[in-house]
């Protein structure tokens, strides 16, 4: 449905996007994850024609951005990052407004409006309709921002940073609202928090510096979550002699000891793949160390999304110094 080739995009020298290509399926929720100027926004609105490429190939729907960028602009619905309303307007008003520029012929004005409103929450309470835009909250603005892009029912929708500044409630129902647009509407939305994304998208595409530094399902990505593994683990015994004895053992590469109470916290760095759970055990239990947690930690996927946009960003500035 959506179709990147090679896609590049220069502002003046700075590399904005830096040749990435990625494919989303027809009916999919995709998220598009990067911190902050990784280049999201910026492929978000060459997608929607709200910019051009310096280089590469983007389809959506079948149509080409830049030949047939009319046909296009039908079959999408973009939300931009900030979603800028008309204070003065009320937000039935506004919607009708909308529809109109979207060339949704007269008759059908009316019901558009209230499909798109009831789908967003927006028909309670009662005179929400009739509430001016700049005296809505927050969460309220960006239901209209969505209700607007709903309006002409594309069949792609791209949404910039959803559920930016939104409580917690509020992203609730705005995950559900676009968990309810899987099947019948192609979703690409940006974020930069990945816990939100995880939740609600079938891929995820991870993208730091302009580049693409991973991608896949979000099981996919958690499976190869590696890196070094770690122990926790809590003894009551002599500091000394519990980091000796620990740092001894093959494969640590680090021990770090922190008290809690009368208990000493350890946490042992090992080589990948490594687990030191059952020498740790077996030593606690020859000194007669009292020992009361013992566990492995593994990997989140915010490990990795923190590991890889790091590691991009190091790359980044090792490029910029040798220039
Ligand atoms: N109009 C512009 N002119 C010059 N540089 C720009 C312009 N728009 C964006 N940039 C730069 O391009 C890079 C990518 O910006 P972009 O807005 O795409 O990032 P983003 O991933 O959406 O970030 P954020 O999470 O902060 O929204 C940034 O370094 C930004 O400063
Ligand atoms: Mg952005």
Redesign the pocket.
Known sequence: MIDVKNLTKR??R?V??DDISFHVDAGSIVGFL??????????LKILTCFLSATVGKVTVAGHDVLSESVAVRQKTGYMP?AVSLYGEMRVGEYLMFRAGLREIPRRARRGAVEGAAQRCWLLQPEDMMRRRLGELSRGYQQRVGLADVLLHNPPVLVL??PTIGLDPAQIRSMRELILSLRGDHTVIL?S?ILAEVEQICDYLIV?AG?KIAASGTPEALRKSVTGPSRIVAEVKGDPDAVMRGVGAMKGVRQVDQAAHGNWLRITIQGDENSDHRAEVAKLAAEKGWPLRELRKEVGSLEDFFIQITYKQSVQAAGEVSRL
């Open positions: 502002y003046g700075m904005a996007v990067g911190p902050n100027g990784a280049g999201k926004s910026t492929t990052e910039d940073e940006s930069h993208i302009g």
